[in-house]
T-cell receptor, first 115, second 119 residues
Framework: GDSVTQMEGPVTLSEEAFLTINCTYTATGYPSLFWYVQYPGEGLQLLLKATKADDKGSNKGFEATYRKETTSFHLEKGSVQVSDSAVYFCALSWAGGTSYGKLTFGQGTILTVHP | DADVTQTPRNRITKTGKRIMLECSQTKGHDRMYWYRQDPGLGLRLIYYSFDVKDINKGEISDGYSVSRQAQAKFSLSLESAIPNQTALYFC??????????????????FGPGTRLTVL
């Protein structure tokens, strides 16, 4: 079945450092890919998405490129802020069969940014 | 007001008790979902409903049941709570692909979560 694997955390960075959170997936066909973010005490909210190969999703300085050849969707940000401290989830959604519209999540990566 | 609300936000209960978690949405979406979140495991789908008359089991439905009372309301029940059901529970909604086409990129909107502790 479909699965998503994220790099293990937690990740601790200083403000203005470069961030990469790795995400790889296994799926039949061509899923859409997402990054969701969960701030402390809140539900998940969509950060960015990409619906086909080579698409780049971007939002709030974060970027991720859909790489079909490496089945990856790594999240990057050039300069993190303390306010970026949160849990980040990679997810996929596939349009096939009985699975369409549902999300499969990775295990989440905790990011802590220090001043 | 929040688009997706969950009640209660926190609940502590004892083993064997029946618990109901409620979710309401004002987004007008047909699709609703229940997930549980456990540390290191991400979110796992318990049940989902694509409309009022369509309810389906997710990957971890054992020990849970649901009721879709209306388009806007989707409740999750634990008939006899056990300690390993201690978790953070999230409700989510999403829109239906336009024109009946199969589209996989509809965003899901999440409620704030219910923290359930079963002693």
């Amino acid at each position: 079945g479909d699965s998503v694997t994220q790099m293990e955390g937690p990740v601790t960075l200083s403000e203005e450092a470069f961030l990469t959170i790795n995400c790889t997936y296994t799926a039949t066909g061509y899923p859409s890919l997402f990054w969701y973010v969960q701030y402390p005490g809140e539900g998940l909210q969509l950060l960015l998405k990409a619906t086909k190969a080579d698409d780049k999703g971007s939002n709030k300085g974060f970027e991720a490129t859909y790489r079909k050849e490496t089945t990856s969707f790594h999240l990057e940000k050039g300069s993190v802020q303390v306010s970026d401290s949160a849990v980040y989830f990679c997810a996929l959604s596939w349009a096939g069969g009985t699975s369409y519209g549902k999300l499969t999540f990775g295990q989440g990566t905790i990011l802590t940014v220090h001043p | 007001d929040a688009d997706v609300t969950q009640t209660p936000r926190n609940r502590i209960t004892k083993t064997g008790k029946r618990i109901m978690l409620e979710c309401s949405q004002t987004k007008g979406h047909d699709r609703m979902y229940w997930y549980r979140q456990d540390p290191g495991l991400g979110l796992r789908l318990i049940y989902y409903s694509f409309d009022v008359k369509d309810i389906n089991k997710g990957e971890i439905s054992d020990g849970y049941s649901v009721s879709r009372q209306a388009q806007a309301k989707f409740s999750l029940s634990l008939e006899s709570a056990i300690p390993n059901q201690t978790a953070l529970y999230f409700c989510a909604t999403s829109d239906t692909p336009e024109g009946g086409s199969i589209s996989s990129y509809n965003e899901q909107f999440f409620g704030p979560g219910t923290r359930l502790t079963v002693l």
